[in-house]
């Protein structure tokens, strides 16, 4: 063994993984860091750690980080800040883990409460307005975008084209849930993926030739596990008994904290795919927040670092500030906000903490490819369901056709599709082209 790497223990078994020495201190900085510049979602999130700890840092190898990656796709939640809790837990521990999954939401959790403050202050003032009409379509152009990327990388056969078309049409007409979708892909490809693996993408095994094995997992005991549940669980589940103690079941404050951790268990595919599940129930079902504030608020989480999920944050504020129940708007917004950024996130760390110790045992499981396929084909199709929702809402206002907020689109698309801006230059560009229709009078908001 070379004299930077060394045998790190990750918990009380005999089970072991080699990770570089790194001083705690060293990876502390680092997250701490990170979390104040992972911009641009999960795909520059994953790109910048993987430039950071593999190339640069060289705290991990490439084979580590991409089956840690496989690891966390599999998962329901932002797989970028479960990787980083992976990562921070093989080089320390939990600690590790805790480390660098709280510094990789923490300043956006600060930013987006601030944010979501002086939205619901300053809103009306006419040049806040203007940013936000001018943001919109950007956010129109950023979900078709999603569909774009995710359904040119999933949708390899005619078989999962038409599962998609299927979840679409499924969303649209039936109002079909979206956990019900996602469980019903999961067994359509499994069962598929049984009899003809390749019409979900997956190639027929060599014959003769056995799956690789991978190295010894790290501490697997049933203690273990069950003291990680129990802890996790604690954690998830106590704040919300003492809401219902000190709010009554029916509080608003409850009722966020019970749904978001539903959608907790069930944000398979990324932000956007439970978006439109976020969106029935938030806007339709309870009335916390209107879709128009549905959409400013994925447009100020696109513009803060995080995962896009903290969307969910901002619900939450708005739900509280307009349900306030005998408290100030302004304090009940807060506590909305941190309860519902609490059931989303803590749950992350559960799956990471419990399962990172199995996944060599899911290194090259067929069955679960195939349903997870299945599923990612089942997202396309409720994220176009989103975006088209948003696209109605943004371009066919009261009024009749909004052409400038259609033309900021396409430009917005564009510029993510085939000039590969950032997201923060597109948002930027957006909300400039809002004031400036809304100051010449070609546009603006109703």
Not at 28 to 45: E, H, K, M, S
Not at 332 to 355: D, K, M, R, S
Request: proline share 6%; net charge neutral; glycine share 12%.
């Amino acid at each position: 063994m070379s004299h930077d790497e060394r045998w790190w223990p990750l918990g009380h078994g005999s089970g072991r993984v080699i990770a570089p020495t790194v001083r705690f201190a060293d990876a502390c900085r680092y997250w701490a860091v990170l979390g104040f510049i992972n911009f641009g979602g999960p795909t520059g999130q994953i790109a910048l750690m993987h430039q950071d700890l593999v190339d640069r840092r060289k705290w991990i190898s490439e084979e580590r980080f991409l089956h840690a990656l496989n690891y966390c796709v599999l998962l329901p939640g932002p797989e970028a800040q479960q990787l980083a809790i992976y990562i921070g837990w093989l080089l320390h521990g939990t600690v590790g883990g805790l480390v660098a999954g709280t510094c990789f939401v923490l300043p956006s959790v600060v930013i987006l409460l601030a944010l979501s403050y002086t939205y619901v202050t300053w809103g009306t003032v006419p040049l806040v307005a203007a940013l936000f009409y001018g943001l919109k379509p950007a956010v129109v152009a950023i979900v078709l975008e999603a569909v774009t990327r995710i359904g040119t990388r999933a949708l390899k056969t005619r078989f999962l084209v038409a599962i998609a078309a299927a979840s679409f049409l499924g969303n649209v007409a039936l109002g079909l849930p979206f956990p019900l979708i996602v469980a019903a892909a999961a067994g359509l490809g499994f069962a598929v993926g049984r009899a003809s693996p390749e019409l979900v993408g997956i190639a027929a095994d060599p014959v003769g030739v056995p799956h690789a094995a991978g190295p010894t997992p790290v501490d697997t005991s049933w203690r273990r596990a069950a003291i990680v549940l129990a802890v996790g669980l604690t954690l998830w589940l106590l704040p919300i008994a003492l809401l219902i103690a000190w709010r009554g079941p029916g509080s608003v404050f409850v009722r966020e904290a019970l749904f978001f951790s539903r959608a907790a268990l069930v944000t398979f595919g990324g932000a956007y795919a439970v978006l439109g599940y976020i969106r029935d129930v938030a806007v339709g079902h309870y009335g916390w927040l209107s879709a128009g504030q549905m959409m400013d608020g994925l447009g100020l989480a696109e513009t803060t670092p995080g995962p896009l999920i903290m969307v969910t944050q901002f619900v939450g504020f708005l739900g509280a500030w307009s349900h306030p129940e005998g408290l100030s708007p302004g304090l009940a917004g807060v506590l909305g906000a941190l309860v519902t950024t609490w059931v989303t996130f803590v749950p992350c760390f559960i799956w990471i903490f419990l399962g990172a110790p199995y996944i060599e045992g899911l290194r090259g499981n067929r069955d679960l490819g195939a349903a997870l396929s299945a599923v990612t084909a089942a997202v396309v199709g409720v994220i176009l369901n989103l975006g088209v929702v948003f696209a109605l809402h943004t371009f066919l206002p009261a009024g009749g056709v909004d052409l400038v907020a259609i033309v900021v689109a396409l430009a917005a698309y564009a510029a993510l599709q085939r000039w590969h801006l950032g997201m923060p230059a597109v948002i930027a560009g957006s909300a400039a082209l809002g004031v400036v229709a809304s100051l010449s009078g070609i546009g603006g908001p109703p």
